[in-house]
């Protein structure tokens, strides 16, 4: 097997970017400059904002299919690809995540359902079409440096107005879960950035500032699973995202997922998703 089938690849925002964001028009298919077919990354967000057409992509390993209005949130870590889609009509806009707080990215990661439908009848769907528009018109015209922030400002207006659509959705009683919420969110993110040396839930407790048993009830009343269960998830994810884009052995992955036993590694991967690891590569790649 040729390894250069399958090594992921990672693309960076399109050089007609400017100061970070750029939009395009889904009909406009001449646009594309990589191959969006094949699997891939982007160290940038994209937002899209499907007005009609039909749509199949993968995300992660997971299958998003849809044919209404629709946003749809890739974010940088996250692996794609468009397997199928037929009249497409609407906008992706590709941002720089140095533009949006963390707190923004935060809530649109771990609160937006992907895919996000919508209701043509609705206003967040009028809206969003306004500003869509709006800064498609802003990036054809002649730039100059308050053009170019006025796109970032409507690009912030834009997740904003998604971003209370969401918390508008939620059932929250303010002051004790929004701390919850804090505390479950802040956890997710550090266990995608340390699965590979921070194996105990003491370590993300301590981060946090919080004892591990508050960390755990906290995470589980909100998620349903314990600490630990996501710190694996979170390794097995990256041994995944390894098996299929890479031809290392199972010892070499069960390393890079932080894992020293690669029996015990076997094991786990098994437990989680029904597979050995060599049966997933099967699966999924040969």
């Known amino acids: 097997m040729n390894n250069q089938n399958h090594i992921i690849k990672q693309f960076e925002i399109s050089p007609l970017a400017k100061a970070g964001i750029i939009i395009v028009n889904m009909e406009d298919r001449e646009v594309e400059e990589h191959d969006i077919s094949k699997p891939h990354r982007d160290n ?22 849809f044919s209404q209005p629709t946003l749809l949130c890739v974010f940088p870590e996250q692996v794609h690809h468009i397997t199928e889609v ?16 963390k707190e923004m990215l935060l809530l649109l990661e771990n609160k937006i359902n992907n895919p996000f439908l919508l209701q043509k009848e609705s206003n967040l769907y009028r809206h969003l079409n306004i500003l869509m528009d709006l800064i498609e018109k802003l990036q054809t015209e002649n730039s100059n440096k308050y053009t170019q922030k006025s796109i970032q400002s409507l690009l912030n207006g834009l997740l904003s ?18 701390r919850g919420m804090i505390i479950k969110e802040t956890f997710v993110k550090l266990a995608k950035e340390h699965f590979k040396t921070w194996k105990q839930p003491g370590q993300y407790a301590s981060a ?11 995470v589980k ?31 070499e992955i069960a390393y890079e997922a932080g894992y020293d036993e690669p029996v015990y590694f076997g094991k786990l ?15 999924f790649r040969d």
């Open 44 to 65: 940038h967000c994209q937002l899209m904002l499907a007005l009609d057409g039909t749509f199949k992509l993968n995300i992660d390993f997971e299958n998003v299919e």
């Open 86 to 101: 037929k009249n497409p009509k609407g906008w992706i806009i590709s941002f720089d995540t140095a533009l949006v707080s």
């Open 161 to 178: 107005l998604i971003a209370g659509e969401i918390v508008s959705n939620l059932n929250i009683d303010k002051e004790k879960e929004n």
């Open 208 to 218: 946090l500032s919080i004892s591990t048993a508050h960390l755990n009830d906290t």
């Open 221 to 251: 009343s909100l998620t349903g699973s314990p600490v630990s269960v996501h710190i694996q998830q979170a390794s097995i994810m990256e041994a995944k995202r390894l098996l299929y884009f890479t031809d290392k052995n199972v010892k």
């Open 269 to 283: 991967f098994k437990k989680i998703t029904n597979l050995t690891p060599l049966e997933f590569r099967k699966k």
